[in-house]
T-cell receptor, first 109, second 112 residues
Framework: QKEVEQNSGPLSVPEGAIASLNCTYS??????FFWYRQYSGKSPELIMF????GDKEDGRFTAQLNKASQYVSLLIRDSQPSDSATYLC?????????FGSGTRLQVQP | SAVISQKPSRDICQRGTSLTIQCQVD?????MFWYRQQPGQSLTLIAT?????????ESGFVIDKFPISRPNLTFSTLTVSNMSPEDSSIYLC?????????FGPGTRLLVL
């Protein structure tokens, strides 16, 4: 079983809609979770992190964490074509972040 | 956040040769990491490089194939030795920041 799992997608949403990206993890020792965005041919860039149960909002982005269900999500409101990218979920591992396989998001104009 | 640079940005190499990738950070950091991202895949941790000690390798990666140096708190190198086409990948340097990790721009390697 992979430590961090994501649906590979692609997830296609129309411009202006809410995109919902999901992630589950198996290591209950993971304390913090991160969402990175990766454009094709570029390195990952941090969008936001969360370590407490509940919601955390930053602009158009909301991260949600449910430690009992071992579930992390990222909501993107008012999706824009520029949000089209691969979104990587990561959790703290033994030495470094452990990444999921990523979900490809396509925002249709 | 730390500013990370990598050299080279890309290279095409012949099988059997070796390539050394450099990672430079604009501030002193304790922990540096090397990841590999194969085409269409996510990031896989190769090793953790700490200054003053040998690198710690993850399962499936060995020092003979991926020797790492960490001479000071702002610099590290990763060598990909005796390359084969299966080593074609993006190699990313990463540093631990406050509560997260930051990534360099990556080195795109193609082995023919």
């Amino acid at each position: 079983q992979k430590e961090v799992e994501q649906n590979s997608g692609p997830l296609s949403v129309p411009e202006g809609a809410i995109a919902s990206l999901n992630c589950t993890y198996s290591d209950r020792g993971s304390q913090s979770f991160f969402w990175y965005r990766q454009y094709s041919g570029k390195s990952p860039e941090l969008i936001m992190f969360i370590y407490s149960n509940g919601d955390k909002e930053d602009g158009r982005f909301t991260a949600q964490l449910n430690k009992a269900s071992q579930y992390v999500s990222l909501l993107i409101r008012d999706s824009q074509p520029s949000d089209s990218a691969t979104y990587l979920c990561a959790g703290t591992g033994r030495r470094a972040l452990t990444f999921g396989s990523g979900t490809r998001l396509q925002v249709q104009p | 956040s730390a500013v990370i640079s990598q050299k080279p940005s890309r290279d095409i190499c012949q099988r059997g040769t070796s390539l050394t990738i450099q990672c430079q950070v604009d501030s002193q950091v304790t922990m540096m990491f090397w990841y590999r991202q194969q085409p269409g895949q996510s990031l896989t941790l190769i090793a953790t490089a700490n200054q003053g000690s040998e690198a710690t390798y993850e399962s499936g990666f060995v020092i003979d194939k991926f020797p790492i140096s960490r001479p000071n708190l702002t610099f590290s190198t990763l060598t990909v030795s005796n390359m084969s086409p299966e080593d074609s990948s993006i190699y990313l340097c990463s540093v631990a920041g406050e509560q997260t990790q930051y990534f360099g721009p990556g080195t795109r390697l193609l082995v023919l």
